[in-house]
């Protein structure tokens, strides 16, 4: 028989994909379909669950019929955007509204009340996360107040709420499991990070129903078994998308940390069975858990890092194409004193500043194009080097930096970030470390590999080191700069 195959199924904001992966790690396949995305009023960001379903199955079908048929494939992983939520009916299987995407700010009310009431000290001790539209539970509060027939389906005790690796477990099995990684579980507000399951008391303070919400499963494991496309294939790993990829870069000891620079930049450290417990606005979260153990992670985001050279190139038409950044900011010595802060919508962490605005500082007649494309991405090194501090400070100081994400192609960008946060930056030569992770995971709960440190050895190959080398002084006053900048803004 030839070697068994992993379908991935890697549901991301903006597009879903199926891949397939041997357990040696190689990709064999890709297909990939774009998702609308609906912007109903501002601040709102919705997504057509159903189309999601039909787009996932189409890519799927394309990798099955590839692999040869579903007898090749041992096992399916999925990895998917977090803290999204889908509203659905037990018995049809429909979607009872739109799902209310990661971005979407409609609750920002609700949160605030909620913060004025007291409550977020006691919802950040028990979830590690804050009081932000962000997070899930706000969002299924917000559809059964405002949605009739999500409302309606409560009633009748055939709502079933999930994130979206549900919703694909439920479509895939159909209908026969209703189960959610206690992973992407931990990102919903609802799940205390110490609670086996949901916790009751945090389901009252948002006012969602307990048993709309899927069981909490293990992150590899048997979960169910999909015959759409011919013989059972069994769905056996799950991980929301910053999971998984910590998983595909290989975090699995107590203190590595990776950091993906897409749209914008998240960074996640392995904190071991320690239940993370920020002190400097990180979040605490449940980064996999196996055999009911569950490993934590500590995370800080940075809301602008790939889309500040979107912005350069799209609104001040500064550069043509997004790695043309690299060229311009190996053309000059330094940024001529210019630094450009980031906060183009707000300061995630460890500032959490959502009024703050961008600024661009420094400038003299000595500034060029390339000054402020070279401090452009100077910026990105220094928010990482925040978050290191913050990191630091919570007892959870990295060793060495693993990146990915479109943004870490830019070999400039990875010396300089090597450089202001002092530590080696390790980039894998295979980009795709979410995929690959949620491959790592399935293959753990297939039995191909007997543990995520036996499947790292096997899946995951080379890497490239950036190694810091900035002299002392240099690195102190880009430092003093950016302190400047920031107090500024
Ligand atoms: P996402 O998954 O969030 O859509 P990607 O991981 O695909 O994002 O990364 C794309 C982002 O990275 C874009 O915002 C783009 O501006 C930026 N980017 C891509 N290549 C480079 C590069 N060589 N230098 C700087 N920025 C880049």
Known sequence: MADPLILVLDEGTTSTRAMLFTAAGELRGTAQRELTQHYPQPGWVEHDASEIWARTLACAREMVEQAGGAERIAAIGITNQRETVVAWHRETGEPLARAIVWQDRRTADFCLTLRSGGHEDAVRDATG?????????????????????????????????????????????EGAVHASDAGNASRTLLLALTGTSWDEGLCGLFGVPRDALPEVVDSAGTFGRTTLFGPAIAITGLAGDQQAATVGQGCLAPGATKATYGTGAFVLANMGRAVPRSHHRLLGTVLYQLGGERCYALEGSVF????????LRDSLQMIVRADESEALARSVEDSAGVVVVPALSGLGAPHWRPDARGAITGLSFAATRAHVVRAALEAISHQTQDLAAAFAADGAAWTELRIDGGMSGNDWLAQDIADLVDLAVVRPDFVETTALGAAML????????????????????????????????????????????????
């Open 442 to 489: 399935a293959a753990v709960g297939a039995g191909l590999h007997r543990s995520l440190e036996e499947a790292s050895a096997a899946m995951i190959g080379g890497a490239r080191r950036f190694e810091p080398r900035m002299a002392q002084p240099v690195r102190e006053a880009r430092l003093a700069a950016w302190s400047e900048a920031l107090a500024k803004v």
């Open 129 to 173: 996360l804050l009081l932000d539209p962000y997070f899930s539970a706000t969002k299924m509060r917000w559809l059964l107040d405002n949605e009739p027939a999500v409302a309606r389906a409560a009633r009748e005790g055939r709502l079933a709420f999930g994130t979206v690796e549900s919703w694909l477990v439920f479509k895939l099995t």
């Open 304 to 311: 602008v890092a790939g889309s500040l050279i979107q912005w």
